[in-house]
């Protein structure tokens, strides 16, 4: 089963002009099929468990199941 969803990707964000997090290496996607853009985490369909985002979020890492516009339940973004 591959859970990996991407890490290195040139490319700019979404409706906009700057490069991407997935542009400089400091974005990864982790099962993007259970854990869809937009749809709020809900572990009991299999979406990313509280213990990783916990783990990524105390190693300083952003997640974006806190992005207040959208959410992106499958990604996590390095900010050190």
Do not use: Y
């Amino acid at each position: 089963m591959r859970r990996f969803a991407g890490r290195s990707n040139f490319r700019t964000i979404k409706d906009s002009k700057p490069l991407g997090a997935h542009s400089w290496g400091v974005g990864i996607d982790i099962d993007s099929e259970k854990n869809p853009l937009g749809a709020p985490r809900n572990e009991s369909k299999g979406m990313t468990p509280r213990a990783v985002v916990n783990i990524f979020e105390s190693e300083g890492w952003k997640w974006g199941g806190r992005f207040k516009k959208r959410p992106d339940c499958m990604r996590f973004q390095a900010t050190k």
